[in-house]
Nanobody, 127 residues
Framework: QVQLVQSGGGLVQAGGSLRLSCAAS????????MGWFRQAPGKEREFVAA????????VYAESVKGRFTVSRENAKNTVSLQMNSLKPEDTAVYYC????????????????????WGQGTQVTVSS
């Protein structure tokens, strides 16, 4: 059974940085994609970034490209989201997610493509 446990997050001023981590367990993640999503109050959960575990390929939402970096650490089975130049509009609950890719070559960006989810962590950016 896939388990995802998140850590990190908190309160930061605009322009600051935060790092989120997602510890994954339960399966071998070589054929998985790991995604990050966020949900602000009153809004839909939206895609932020994702990484294909096998080769480290990444995709990003336009709103975070150049500011956020997703990475994985194989030895620790951990995926991280480094967030720099944070803006108040980045305030949200952030979720990591996992999806078994099988034979798919693309990295999913849609919430409903992901089957496993972390518990969520709050990120608040003050202006």
């Amino acid at each position: 059974q896939v388990q995802l446990v998140q850590s990190g997050g908190g309160l930061v001023q605009a322009g600051g940085s935060l790092r989120l981590s997602c510890a994954a367990s339960g399966v071998t993640f070589t054929r998985y994609a790991m995604g990050w999503f966020r949900q602000a109050p009153g809004k839909e959960r939206e895609f932020v970034a994702a990484i294909r575990w096998s080769d480290g390929s990444t995709v990003y939402a336009e709103s975070v490209k150049g500011r956020f970096t997703v990475s994985r650490e194989n030895a620790k089975n951990t995926v991280s989201l480094q967030m720099n130049s944070l803006k108040p509009e980045d305030t949200a609950v952030y979720y990591c997610a996992a999806e078994f890719l099988g034979s798919r070559s693309y990295i999913p960006r849609v919430r409903h493509d992901y089957d496993y989810w972390g518990q969520g962590t709050q990120v608040t950016v003050s202006s």
